[in-house]
């Protein structure tokens, strides 16, 4: 059913660091949209998902601005390819129930999710996981 919109409004109910849900990743990314998204900084985002693969909100000025670009990307294909090229280099890839950008060259990500030897600790956990830009 997304297969047929251009655009996905990815907005989290949280501006929390990291915090970056499947509405990026499975909603618009896995479906061919390209995500409009609202949470984490615009940097955050760009350490996670595909470089000039999503649209953050916060890079506009007010919504007007944001329409005018949304109209600018519809009616040029050379614009909307750009948010698409990452897709000739990664996969969207399913496991087991999370989504990970993964280069078609490198299963990195797979073998770290494998390894469960690794341990971690906080000392403040409520603390680590509440934290908000």
């Not at 990307?73 to 390819?81: G, I, Q, R, Y």
């Not at 496991?95 to 990195?108: E, G, K, V």
């Amino acid at each position: 059913m997304l297969f047929r919109y251009k655009f996905y409004l990815a907005f989290e109910n949280a501006h929390c660091q990291d915090y970056i849900t499947e509405k990026a990743f499975y909603n618009a990314l896995a479906h061919g949209s390209i995500p409009i998204v609202l949470g984490a900084s615009e940097n955050n985002y760009r350490q996670i998902l595909p470089s000039d693969s999503f649209i953050h909100i916060d890079h506009f000025t007010g919504i007007k601005q944001l329409v005018g670009e949304l109209e600018r990307v519809s009616k040029h294909l050379d614009v909307f390819t750009i948010y698409h090229r990452w897709r000739t280099d990664y996969r969207l890839i399913s496991w087991p129930s999370n989504y990970f950008i993964d280069d078609r060259f490198c299963d990195l990500c797979m073998r770290l999710q494998e390894n469960h030897n690794e341990r971690k600790s906080y000392s403040n956990f409520s603390e680590w996981l509440n934290r908000c830009e």
